[in-house]
């Protein structure tokens, strides 16, 4: 899916007709012949001279990408960009279409959150909360354990293992600036046997112990 922002500062998903956009359907959803831009691992649409011809200013948008951009802004995941654009770099492998479209919502909401409450802030307030925030992404286990993931689950096991004695048991990760967690149970558990897999080929079987009951009932 897509995600569509409007001047009105309206938010909403998109699906394509088939499983990646045609740039006829592009061209629809910003009522021209689109621009692309680049930004991290999306791209971000908007109309081609919609500045020239006056559209007004994109205010959510230009405010999360900090650049000015006019008209309705499709984010779209490399992966659903049109086939012949041949756009998918090596590093958008390691996200899928759902990752890529959850992290944006999540920081999107942040920020946005962030912006509203800082503007009633003093500015000790401000330095209070920015000290204390933290950025939140989901997490959808992937089919393939290459060596980022590796290092993830290595970082992660300390907190996933902690979970177990709080309420919140969908935290992978955590640490002063981050939090990375699970949408459901289900991804939870896969992402459990896919660290117990990992860590059996590294011969740790005392975190594989630690991590299998995790998976118990009264842990589930």
Same mark, same amino acid.
């Given at each position: 899916?897509?995600?569509?922002?409007?001047?009105?500062?309206?938010?909403?998903?998109?699906?394509?007709?088939?499983?990646?956009?045609?740039?006829?359907?592009?061209?629809?959803?910003?009522?021209?012949?689109?621009?692309?831009?680049?930004?991290?691992?999306?791209?971000?649409?908007?109309?081609?001279?919609?500045?020239?011809?006056?559209?007004?200013?994109?205010?959510?948008?230009?405010?999360?990408?900090?650049?000015?951009?006019?008209?309705?802004?499709?984010?779209?995941?490399?992966?659903?960009?049109?086939?012949?654009?041949?756009?998918?770099? =090596?590093?958008?492998?390691? +996200?899928?279409?759902?990752?890529?479209?959850?992290?944006?919502?999540? !920081? /999107? #909401?942040?920020?946005?959150?962030?912006?509203?409450?800082?503007?009633?802030?003093?500015?000790?307030?401000?330095?209070?909360?920015?000290?204390?925030?933290?950025?939140?992404?989901?997490?959808?286990?992937?089919?393939?354990?290459?060596?980022?993931?590796?290092?993830?689950?290595?970082?992660?096991?300390?907190?996933?293992?902690?979970?177990?004695?709080?309420?919140?048991?969908?935290?992978?990760?955590?640490?002063?600036?981050?939090?990375?967690?699970?949408?459901?149970?289900?991804?939870?558990?896969?992402?459990? =046997?896919?660290?117990?897999? +990992?860590?059996?080929?590294?011969?740790?079987?005392?975190?594989?112990? !630690? /991590? #299998?009951?995790?998976?118990?009932?009264?842990?589930?």
């Amino acid at each position: 899916m897509a995600i569509k922002i409007t001047i009105d500062a309206i938010v909403k998903t998109v699906q394509p007709e088939k499983q990646q956009f045609s740039l006829d359907e592009l061209n629809n959803h910003v009522d021209g012949w689109v621009e692309p831009l680049k930004i991290g691992p999306i791209w971000v649409m908007y109309r081609e001279k919609s500045k020239e011809d006056g559209e007004p200013l994109n205010q959510v948008a230009s405010f999360f990408f900090d650049v000015a951009i006019h008209g309705t802004v499709l984010v779209v995941p490399p992966q659903q960009m049109p086939t012949e654009w041949e756009l998918m770099d =090596d590093i958008d492998l390691r +996200y899928s279409s759902d990752q890529v479209d959850t992290g944006f919502l999540s !920081a /999107l #909401q942040a920020a946005l959150i962030q912006h509203r409450v800082f503007n009633s802030l003093t500015d000790t307030e401000m330095k209070s909360m920015m000290k204390n925030h933290k950025e939140e992404w989901a997490y959808k286990p992937s089919e393939e354990l290459d060596d980022d993931l590796r290092e993830f689950f290595k970082r992660a096991y300390k907190s996933i293992v902690a979970q177990q004695k709080t309420d919140d048991d969908t935290v992978l990760f955590e640490d002063e600036n981050i939090i990375v967690r699970t949408l459901n149970k289900e991804d939870r558990l896969k992402t459990i =046997d896919q660290m117990i897999a +990992y860590f059996i080929e590294e011969e740790e079987y005392e975190k594989c112990a !630690a /991590l #299998q009951k995790l998976k118990e009932p009264e842990n589930c």
